[in-house]
């Protein structure tokens, strides 16, 4: 089926960054890449990202909102 690579990278006292790399046999030019930040005290969720060759996805998580777009790429349409 493919290869799934989790990293886990403290990049500071804070904040955690989670990247999962997915690659597929039937697909080998392209990946599956999602990226998650978060706060290490609580798990809160500051960002989250998803790109692949069908879509396109980013949340940014605020004090009091969650802002971001869906890009579908098939046919190309994006959503704030």
């Known amino acids: 089926m493919g290869s799934i ?23 080998p030019d392209s990946q599956w890449t999602d990226s998650t930040l978060v706060k290490t005290a609580n798990f809160l969720p500051a960002y989250h990202s998803s790109y692949n060759m069908m879509r396109d996805m980013v949340l940014k998580s605020g004090k009091d909102k969650v802002t971001g777009y869906y890009l579908d790429k098939n046919p190309v349409r994006k959503i704030r």
């Open 5 to 27: 690579t989790t990293e886990l990278k403290k990049l500071n006292k804070t904040d955690l960054l989670i990247k999962t790399t997915v690659k597929l046999k039937q697909a």
